[in-house]
């Protein structure tokens, strides 16, 4: 599937370095599937051990169906949990914006179809202030423009290189692709040592 | 961009072909699979009607979810025991080899991988947990992963990747008595930061290193994550061969000898290009200790804690919330603070020499009244050879608890989990808000010996003022 913009309301959540095990507590892995994860995302920030919702900005009433989120710097840090984006993904966010991701997250997102692109500290800090404000905004994410369109405004994005072409050429998912390759596999086989008996081969 | 170093090697040697994307489809030498991060991965290949492409590379294990103190099935803990059906099921399924409950060879798979053989130098090594970067200990590249890329592995021994840069970190001179590979690393993320790392592979190097065992360097190379770095790694040398010699997956005969040409050929050259080097000495590092929600919010165990406003701004925000959950004070001190749990475990630290170490602290002596102490082994073999030397003995005497091997207190997916406000001085890596298992639990990172000493007094303490003594009634 090519994913070439995304829009849609926003959610924001200020604060660095938000690890995943704040956003899926580790207990709620447990499950051997990802269908009730968008249940679990920020539980523990979210509710009290009476499950009365506490202030966050996944309970706030006016981010409630936004499908785009607004972070800050290393989203996603910590455990490599696919069950973090997939509760993000479940609960309905189908791209994200911030200044800077965890590098596992990152690939983490891509394998899952969703977009994470960056802009400065500055750009972000407006953007949050402004959605804050005016929650009803409609943003147009372009991934071909590289850029974010609200109300007349345009912040100009950064993406990941590669992770654009997957996104626009539908390639995010690359299993497939991979497996067709079973020529050059064997070939690679051929040549690594530890596989042949550690015979080396030039 | 680098050239000539153990990564670029090992990379090219194992680069199937360039993606459409421009990523890297990269050949995995080793798959290593646990019971959390695998389930929904072996269901995608049922539907896509796929097989485990190379089954003889792919090693399974259970640690997470496992109980440590009652093992016996099925396990008390009703959604545990699914799981581990679901494991048993799929690798039989998958004709995949798995060291179960009851196996001698259960452990961390952060710690069978290498006790087994299994983890060689030259690999590349992929496992759905962060802390794979544990394999780089000898000279491999271990990748850590999500589950839609152990579908990829599973289903094509293939990672679709974007080549990491490569900063040289270099340790020169030994380390003091009574500190640590675990301060070691700490220092080290404290210093880059804990997103420092983000595209990198750490190589580390220098003679603080060299001169370390391979249980050290793995509890380095396990953290290099922590950091932000997906992998660490250090060039294999005469230490690592001899670790590998006689396990139980290694080489044998002329095929060992073999093996080492190969190894010593995968290390990074003199001549090297590094896209960044980092000098540290060892001789300056200290006791380290987390204070915070993040690895990287350390200090050395005699500084006070930092004030806010000192501190650089994008970290503020962060602190400032650190402070609230961990009940701490700008300007205060760590040494002293009362503890309620003390946890020795975890892939970075329950390998035997950890457990060693910790037991000189403790042998004679009891733990503190209303502390809990636990002591987890990393994998059956590391208990089996601690009972043997009495290591357990002298830990259970002394009022520890002596568990079954798992990852037990390092994340609350299992039986044992912290209560309520309860403040545990740990061996594990991470400090994260309800890491634990307890949404209101405070983590205290450190290395083993100075959890040893923390359960002793009851409080956090500087090791070295007891190291000295130790050694000296050692001798
Ligand atoms: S010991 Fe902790 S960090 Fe290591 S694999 Fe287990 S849960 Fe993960």
New binding site residues.
């Given amino acids: 599937m090519k994913i070439t913009e995304i829009k849609g309301h926003a959610i924001v959540l200020p604060g660095n370095d938000i690890d995943t095990d704040r956003i899926i507590p580790a207990r709620y892995l447990k499950e051997i599937t990802f269908t009730n994860m968008g249940n679990y995302v920020f539980f523990d920030e979210r509710f009290d051990e009476q499950k009365n919702k506490k202030e966050h900005s996944f309970n706030v009433p006016k981010f409630k169906g936004a499908n785009i989120l607004i972070v800050q710097k290393n989203f996603g840090c910590g455990s490599s949990r696919e069950h973090a984006v997939h509760a993000l993904q479940k609960f309905g966010i189908q791209c994200i914006i911030g200044e800077s991701f965890a590098g596992i997250f990152e690939t983490n997102c891509l394998n899952l179809g969703i977009p994470i692109v960056t802009a400065g500290q500055a750009e972000i800090e407006t953007l949050m202030k402004f959605i804050e404000k005016f929650p009803e905004t409609k943003l147009k994410i372009s991934l071909i423009e590289k850029n974010i369109q609200f109300t007349g405004n345009q912040i100009s994005l950064k993406i990941n290189e590669s992770s654009q072409k997957a996104f626009l050429t539908g390639t995010w998912n690359s299993t497939q692709i991979m497996k067709e390759n079973q020529k050059e596999i064997q070939k690679t086989v051929q040549k690594i040592p530890y596989l042949n008996g550690f015979i080396q081969k030039v | 961009m680098s050239e000539n170093t153990l990564f670029d090697k090992i990379w090219n040697q194992h680069t199937v072909k360039e993606l459409p994307t421009g990523q890297t489809q990269l050949f995995i030498g080793l798959h290593l699979v646990h019971e959390v991060t695998s389930p929904q991965a072996f269901q995608m290949l049922r539907e896509n009607n796929w097989q485990v492409s190379f089954p003889e590379r792919t090693f399974a294990t259970a640690?997470?979810i496992v109980p440590t103190n009652n093992q016996t099935r099925p396990f008390q803990d009703p959604l545990a025991e699914t799981m581990m059906n679901e494991l048993e099921k799929n690798v039989k399924e998958f004709g995949v080899k798995l060291f179960g409950i009851g196996n001698q060879n259960q452990g961390?798979?952060?710690v069978i991988g290498p006790e087994l053989g299994l983890t060689q130098p030259g690999m590349t090594i992929a496992c759905g947990?962060s802390?794979t970067s544990t394999h780089g200990a000898f000279g491999s590249l271990g990748f850590g992963i999500g589950t839609s890329q152990v579908r990829d592995v599973l289903a094509t021994q293939c990672l679709a990747m974007n080549k990491l840069k490569v900063r040289k970190i270099e340790v020169k001179e030994k380390l003091s008595l009574g500190v640590y590979a675990k301060d070691l690393i700490l220092n080290i993320i404290h210093e880059l930061g804990i997103n420092g790392g983000k595209g990198f592979a750490y190589e580390y190097c220098g003679n603080a290193i060299e001169q370390m065992n391979m249980e050290e360097r793995m509890t380095i190379c396990n953290m290099s994550i922590e950091g932000g770095a997906l992998i660490g790694y250090v060039n294999p040398d005469q230490t690592t061969f001899k670790y590998i010699q006689g396990r139980k997956f290694a080489p044998t005969g002329k095929k060992f000898d073999l093996a080492i040409q190969y190894w010593k050929s995968i290390c990074s050259e003199k001549s090297a290009k590094y896209d960044d080097k980092i000098k540290m000495n060892g001789k300056d590092i200290e006791p380290m200790i987390t204070w915070g929600i993040n690895p990287g919010q350390s200090i050395k165990i005699n500084q006070k804690l930092p004030i806010i406003v000192d501190l650089p701004e994008q970290q503020q925000e962060s602190a400032k919330l650190a402070y609230t959950h961990m009940n701490l004070e700008e300007g205060q001190k760590m040494e002293g603070l009362k503890i309620n749990v003390a946890f020795i475990g975890?892939?970075t630290n329950s390998r035997i020499t950890d457990l060693r170490e910790a037991a000189k602290f403790v042998n004679g002596k009891k733990i503190a009244k209303n502390v809990q102490g636990l002591v987890v082994p990393g994998s059956v073999a590391v208990k089996l050879q601690a009972e043997k030397e009495e290591l357990d003995v002298i830990f259970k005497k002394a009022g520890f608890e002596w568990r079954n091997a798992g990852?037990s207190l390092?994340?609350g997916m299992n039986t044992d989990k912290l209560k309520g406000t309860e403040l545990c001085a740990s061996s594990?890596?991470?400090n994260f808000i309800g890491r634990q298992g307890s949404p209101k639990g405070k983590t205290v990172l450190m290395s083993p010996a100075m959890v040893a000493i923390a359960a002793i007094q009851g409080q956090i303490a500087d090791v070295r003022k007891y190291a000295k003594e130790i050694t000296q009634a050692i001798n």
Avoid: A, M
Wanted: net charge negative.
């Fill in positions: 640690d997470h961390i798979v952060h947990d802390h975890s892939c990852c390092c994340l594990s890596n991470r």
